[in-house]
């Protein structure tokens, strides 16, 4: 005969506790103290509790679980911004379950459905480089699962996207290459699809205009922003006579840059670089790679915090303004 599962109540009677207080004991929630709760644990450890996570969801129909969808788990900004939610979520007792589409939009549409048969109780979103349907989002809004997307955003979109400024961004990196001296600058992005990329087009262009030089679409370089995309990117810089590189993202940008003195080019007196997001690389390469500071960790408090304070009730987030996050530029020896 099956053994009758130990409950919340068989604890609360052992210890002579409220099982509200055991509830809480086990979620490790403030209000219980450290010493309680050691003494929650252990009894339950001994009774053989197991918490019954499906029965409480039923329950309150939520799973205390945020969904995350990246383009990449092995992007520094990525692991900044999920690093950002994990911590806002898990002081309040949630869990994220992370996907990642690898730049594929039939993987982000397979995780949007599992992530809605996981029934999660938010989504949160940054697109996938390819992605041009968004129909698959639609089943968030018919579910009723709040939906905001992050640094990767959809265009004239009604849910809630949390972004930096981006053409500001383009045109600071640009702009410090010019008043460096620069000239001749070539742009290196990925997809225009995605309003990161276009946007920082836009600053660039803008810079170019304030200094009165001439766009050239010879000078754009579109391409996946991996390491050996920059390795090949090199060779256009140094068969154009390039004398600025602005890289919209820093392994592309190291990569590049470490090519082009590979292939006999000074940095930063004949040729200087920018990059973006301010990974880790910036500050290992030779000469440390000046770039604008991306403030994922910030991003990713500030989506939880306002998908969880929605949740709760406390706003609304289908009735806010886009939050845009404010980045800045940092210079460093490849370009001064």
Partial sequence: MKQRETTIYDIAEKLGLAASTISRGLKGHHTVSQKTQRKIIATA??????????????????????GVIVPRLDSYL????????EKVTSEAGY??????SREVAANEARSVQSMLN????????????????????EACKAKGVPLVF??????????????INNELAGYQAT????????????????????????????????ALTSAKIKFNQEHIIINDLT?????????AVVGLHADGVVVTNDICAAACMNEV????????????????????????????????????????EVAARNVLAHLKGNIDISQMENIVIKSSLITRESSL
Avoid: W
Avoid at 95 to 100: A, H, W, Y
Avoid at 177 to 201: C, H, P, T
Avoid at 227 to 235: L, M, P
């Fill in 150 to 163: 992050f640094d990767r955003v959809p265009a004239n979109t009604d849910q809630l996207c949390i972004t």
């Fill in 45 to 66: 450890e001994a009774m053989g509790y197991r918490s019954n996570s499906i029965a409480a969801s039923l329950r309150t129909n939520s799973t205390q679980t945020i």
């Fill in 95 to 100: 869990n994220l379950l992370i996907s990642q």
């Fill in 175 to 206: 702009r410090h290459l010019l008043d460096q001296g620069a000239r001749k600058i070539m742009f290196i992005a990925g997809s225009l699809r995605r309003n990161v990329y276009e946007q920082r087009l836009a600053g660039y262009k803008k």
């Fill in 227 to 235: 390491e050996a995309a920059g390795i090949r990117a090199a060779k």
């Fill in 118 to 137: 996981s029934r999660v109780d938010a989504l949160l979103v940054s697109l996938a480089e390819h992605t041009v349907d968004f129909t698959p989002f």
């Fill in 261 to 300: 003195q590979r292939l006999g080019l000074r940095v930063p007196q004949q040729v200087k670089f920018t990059g973006f997001n301010n990974d880790f690389i910036s500050r290992l390469v030779t000469p440390a790679l000046s770039t604008i500071h991306y403030p994922g960790i910030e991003m990713g």
């Fill in 78 to 85: 990525m692991s900044q911004i999920i690093a950002g939610m």
